[in-house]
């Protein structure tokens, strides 16, 4: 019996399954490739959808008061930075007379040719600016210390034998089951006792340690996941753990030290509630000044969408900056094992 | 170069005993094969030596020195790891450097550049030195981190199955390669395999493990020629050496269900007994004693192994080059009566 089987023909000799993703084979199957562009048009429209709101703060920002009203909404307008200007001036209403001398004055600088826009003068700069920096402060301060510290435990977590550690993990990981609104009187009580209520160091320790079990499960999975042949490959050639651990661990846990610092950052960075329990004037952060833009007249939409704007703007550029770490580290790592 | 001894080591990880009172000594500039199955605690011996584990027993000694408690670091040992422990993050050069730029050693940059090229050079992988370790093959991963060892000049090479991951050739060529470099250094090496050919090719001396017990220790003719055990006798040799019952009436020795029957030896023997015969004593004559029936021809090219069935019993030989014979023809052998291999029923040489 010599039945000759056909020899493939050019079309025939590609994958016979479809390729769903590879780097290697030239030839994708058309159904892969269909379904891979069918793919791609889904992500991007889910990704539209989300940006809308983001998109409509930064056009709201660029608004004046009255397009921001303004029905149907405008879509093209002229931008203004009324909102910015407002947001981060402390101003007051001017009467027809008084408006009507300035717009005489020639040497009237910008920002104050904005504010006689609206109808107001700037008597100076308003809290938001420092409230930003003490976002700044305290979010990044934070972030810092739950990584460094995070990181520390993880390894040590990973790598040695601590007596009742599942315990000791488990310990950590149960400080997050408590839902923090739960705490905030007593902390408040405790912290204006203490002399740490309106201070950056009571926020920075309290975002550290609500921080810290999450870096620490997070990270510890990160650094299992790193063979320990490498460290015991460095201690054989001659280094000591402390440097093993800064010259083999630490540059291969980048992915999950970027995935944590993004995570921490958020949360300190958007934290609400015990910002605006704790603090009042000196540590006041940005989330709870937001809504305190209100404005005396009607709701200053601008404003509120200009403090939100700028508000987003430091963690868009920490996340942007550890974006190639982050995509591997989110999506490996934490959820292995 | 230094000379390492294992006295009474034993490891246990909480009920598993990894090792059992293990005692041996490598001498200085010696080539020292731990040969051993899958689980029987190589990898474990090593990790010991290097300071990696902790023993539960027993002492570690450089030269006479005490080792225990010592940390890896300060016991001056180049490991090459089981599975690729390159660094991924660095270059092949910098790989190759990070022992010698290490804080006991300090190395100039100027030195270590014509060491990490020498290395290079006798594994054959300059070529690769810029690339970064992620992006090398499993051959050349594992002469990266062979090179990471031979930088330096340690007191000892602990190298754990260095040559596993490699295809047939290149395990061939880096064998002997292995060895050339070694004996030009005259460099001290635990080298530890699971293939009995490595350890006979390579060894000055071959240590056999099992479950985690040192069996025997001697140079390979030792080992090949007088196997302590039967799990030994197995071990060593392709084909395998053929092992039947046997037991002893009259001055004669008959192997079990078979149609063998040999003169017994002029030492005592028990009266049943195990029978060893390497396959190379085995001889196909005209006028042999011995007959048997071609049950299975295997032509590896240099030799041929023939399978002859006596009684019940099949028996191996080897003959050279290719055999004429076929399935189904009867044969006449002989067996080499000086060379046969006595064990008792444990399994343990029986000598004569
Ligand atoms: N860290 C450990 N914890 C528990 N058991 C271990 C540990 N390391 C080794 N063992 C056990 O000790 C025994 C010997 O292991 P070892 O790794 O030394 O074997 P090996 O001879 O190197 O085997 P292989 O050829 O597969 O590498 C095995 O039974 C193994 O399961
Ligand atoms: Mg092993």
Redesign the interface.
Known sequence: MTATTPRPTFEQSGPRLPVVESIRVDRVHPRARIAGSVRATLAIILSLISLIPVFWIVLTAFKTPTDVTAIPPKLIFEPSLTGFVSLLSDMRLLSQAEQEERSQQPDLSWVDQIALQIGRAINGPSQYARQLGNSVIIAGTSTLLSVVLGLLSAYAFSRFNIPAKGDLLFFILSTRMLPPVVVTIPIFLMYRSIGLHDTHFGLIMLYTVFNLSFSVWLLKGFIDEI?R??E?????????RL?TFFR?VI??ARTGIAATTVFCLIFAWNEYAFALMLTTQNARTAPPSIPSILGSGGIEWNTIAAGALLFLIPVVIVTFALRQHLLRGVTFGAVRK | MSQIALHHISKHFKDITALDDVSFTIQNGEFFVLLGPTGAGKTTTLRVIAGLERQSEGDILFDGQSMNGVPPAERDIAFVFQQYSLYPTMSVYDNLAFPLRSPMRRTPEIEIKPRVEKAAELLRIQHLLERKTARLSGGEMQRVSIGRAIVRNPRIFLMDEPLSNLDAKLRESLRVELKHIQKTQTSTTLFVTHDQIEALTMADRIGVLREGKLIQVGTPTDIYDRPATTFVAQLVGTPRINLHKAFRENGTLHVQESTVQLPAPSGSLPAEFMLGIRPEDVLIAPDGALSGEVVLVEPLGVETVIHLRAGAQTFICVVSGISHYRLGDQVRFDVIRERLHYFDSNGQRLAL
């Open positions: 063979p042949e490498y015991e490959a460095a201690l054989v050639d001659g280094y000591t440097q083999i540059p291969q």
